[in-house]
């Protein structure tokens, strides 16, 4: 660790000392460029934004070991991911020991995030490896020779071009290897995986029935001569549009993304078809008749029921702590989700995201206006699932714990339920059936966990029908969209017991929604002598004498029988067990639990969401490094999704 330091200082202290001096030169070894580098912008949202470095590979032979420079005009880094970064502008990425190795053909990608200081940049990406490294002999104070200069301070304009413009050079490399453009992105193909996605060699990758299910232009590319990134002809329309987006970004007042706009920072699929025709099929690969649907080739929802729907949903994983947390995103402790966390997810098998949002962040308190800001955040994250071809369930959590089910408060309840959710509804109401809206979570009175008076389920399910009949009064693709209710407090006996489904407009477009964490002493008390779990358990003393296999198949019977078998989807949202480091062998039970409950759960016809809180110590339930993506518990993850397989 402390060499890998002194390496990176040593790189930052070199280009600082030599490579941007007003004066002398700074010789540098020949190396051959071998691979391809280039800065994408992701996501921006006025203040700031996300963006990944992609490096690919364009030699025949492995890449052992990299490291890669950038400098912005206005713009610094705050966060970063998949690589050590240090430097304060300019600013050197220096491989993980994980992914120091670069298959030929292989991109990986850098992720950071930035105050934007102005308008985003996407500057040029340099270094020893780069096709537009500055690999000569000598750098002159008068930077004449565009193909030996470094950009120490370009102006606005120009580092708002992508790093693959910047060389005129028309080389091209014969790798053989061939990799999946997905939407604009490259990932290996899998050898091994026949569908769907996949993790091979330590790396996410994707099956090639999966990746020729996307429309032309995106699908499987190489295996012949590529040209490298320098020429022109070579880029994705991801990058174009990224470069495209950044320059414009401060003239967007919003990231808002309703069809038929016109703003490059929104997926092709949302724009209008005059502004398709004005940038031309190789930014907007799609037909005019296209444009009515945000629909994935791979997710084609149409007119399908809310049973069938399910079946495509797979297993689920929420992003908990994040969008919930009282007071702004990363209150309680989680860094702001990213397009690489949710690429992380997808690969690892999740089909959905759960997306627990706290919406009360108000412009104006008193009338529950919903700030354009936090709307625009939301919706942002809900298109980086989209990106991934996953479904999102998104809803309006505890948010504070407002909606108490008693008759003094139905009024006030509903009224505020009804006006949120018509802004909600309104800002998403062009999304295809991959987003679903859920109306509330876990409603009950607050410490009163007994069986619901006829008082709290009665008020409890008029907050279920204020919701549907709400969203259905804003239109478009709200007017058909799934739609996902709740059992009093998501308990599986009050739901079969107290739930009534709303009135609907629409038949077969709702769903039932319960949450699972029995046996309670488990699952989450952490400070409990029960440390095991099932027919594999040990020790008596250290085991629970219910809510066993043979339980919890009869639970999740009793959500088949009354909703599934009768045409309504039901989403199992929550359910997990907090990581005990502390108790020997707990993690065994752990995954043991988790495999059966999501097991259970998926062959009776409900959708398993697992709750990760983001914590990965003792005590807490993540499964995701939130920052970077990587994987904490490799075998919990695949005793989860391997339900779906």
């Not at 040029?124 to 301070?153: D, F, Q, W």
């Not at 060699?201 to 029935?209: D, E, G, L």
């Not at 990224?242 to 699929?269: A, E």
């Not at 339920?417 to 876990?442: C, H, P, V």
Request: hydrophobic share 35%; proline share 4%.
């Amino acid at each position: 660790m402390n060499m890998s330091r002194l390496k990176k200082m040593a790189t930052a202290v070199l280009l600082s000392a030599g490579l941007f001096a007003s004066h002398g030169s700074l010789a540098l070894s020949s190396i051959a460029p071998i691979a391809n580098c280039k800065y994408v912008v992701n996501n921006s949202w006025g203040s700031g934004a996300t963006a990944s470095i992609e490096i690919t590979n364009i030699r025949s032979t492995v890449i052992n070991g990299w490291s890669v420079n950038w400098n912005y005009v206005n713009n610094r880094v705050t966060g970063s991911w998949n690589a050590a970064v240090t430097g304060s502008n300019p600013y050197t990425a220096t491989n993980l020991s994980w992914n120091a190795s670069i298959q030929p053909g292989q991109t990986i990608s850098i992720g950071v995030q930035v105050n934007g200081n102005g308008s985003i940049e996407a500057p040029i990406v340099y270094g020893s490896i780069c096709t537009n490294s500055y690999s000569t002999s000598s750098v002159t104070t008068s930077r004449s020779s565009s193909s030996s200069t470094a950009p120490s301070s370009r102006s606005s304009s120009s580092s708002l071009i992508p790093s693959s413009v910047s060389s005129s050079s028309s080389t091209s490399a014969c790798t053989g290897v061939q990799q999946c453009n997905w939407y604009g992105t490259l990932y290996p193909l899998c050898v091994n995986t026949q569908s769907g996605w996949g993790y091979e060699n330590n790396k996410s990758c994707i099956s090639r029935a999966t990746c020729t299910s996307q429309p032309s232009p995106f699908g499987v590319t190489g295996g012949a001569c590529v040209p490298s990134s320098s020429s022109i002809s070579s880029l994705s329309s991801s990058s174009i549009r990224s470069s495209i987006s950044s320059s414009r970004s401060s003239s967007s007042s919003s990231l808002s993304c309703p069809q038929g706009n016109s703003w490059p920072d929104c997926p092709y699929t949302t724009w209008s078809d005059a502004y398709c025709a004005q940038v031309g099929p190789s930014l907007c690969p799609r037909s005019s008749s296209s444009t009515s649907s945000r629909s994935s080739s791979s997710v084609s929802s149409g007119g399908i029921t809310s049973v069938e729907l399910t079946k495509r949903m797979g297993i689920g994983w929420n992003v908990g702590n994040s969008l919930d947390a009282i007071g702004g995103e990363t209150n309680w402790g989680n860094p702001l989700i990213t397009q690489q966390l949710i690429n992380s997810v997808k690969a690892a098998g999740f089909k959905t995201i759960r997306l627990p949002v706290a919406w009360s962040k108000f412009s104006d308190e008193s009338n529950f206006v919903i700030q354009s800001a936090w709307m625009d955040r939301v919706e942002q994250v809900v298109n980086y699932a989209l990106n991934a071809d996953m479904y999102v369930v998104m809803n309006i959590h505890w948010d504070n714990g407002w909606m108490q089910p008693t008759y003094a408060q139905q009024a006030y309840v509903n009224n505020r339920l009804k006006i949120m959710w018509t802004q909600i509804a309104t800002r998403f109401s062009n999304y295809d059936d991959r987003l679903l809206f859920a109306g509330t979570n876990e409603v009950m009175v607050d410490g009163d966990y007994g069986t619901p008076t006829a008082e709290y389920y009665t008020v409890q399910n008029s907050f279920n029908q204020t919701f549907v009949t709400a969203v259905r009064a804003t239109g478009g693709k709200n007017a058909t969209r799934h739609l996902v209710v709740q059992g009093f407090n998501t308990n599986i006996d009050h739901t079969v017991n107290f739930a009534k489904i709303p009135t609907d407009i629409v038949s077969n477009r709702l769903m039932m929604e319960v949450h699972y964490y029995d046996p309670y002493n488990f699952t989450l008390n952490t400070s409990s002598n029960i440390t095991q779990w099932g027919s594999i358990a040990t020790n008596p003393s250290a085991t629970e004498t219910w809510a066993n296999e043979s339980y919890t198949d009869a639970q999740f019977q009793k959500m088949k029988v009354n909703f599934v078998d009768k045409g309504i989807g039901v989403i199992l949202g929550e359910y997990g067990v907090v990581s005990r480091t502390n108790v020997a062998d707990h993690e065994t039970y752990r995954n043991y639990w988790n495999e059966y409950i999501t097991k259970s759960a998926y062959t009776r016809g409900l959708v398993p969401v697992y709750w990760d809180n983001g914590f990965g110590g003792n005590g807490g339930m993540a499964l995701f490094d939130r920052a970077s993506g990587a994987q904490l518990y490799p075998n919990l993850i695949q005793a989860i999704v391997k339900a779906d397989d």
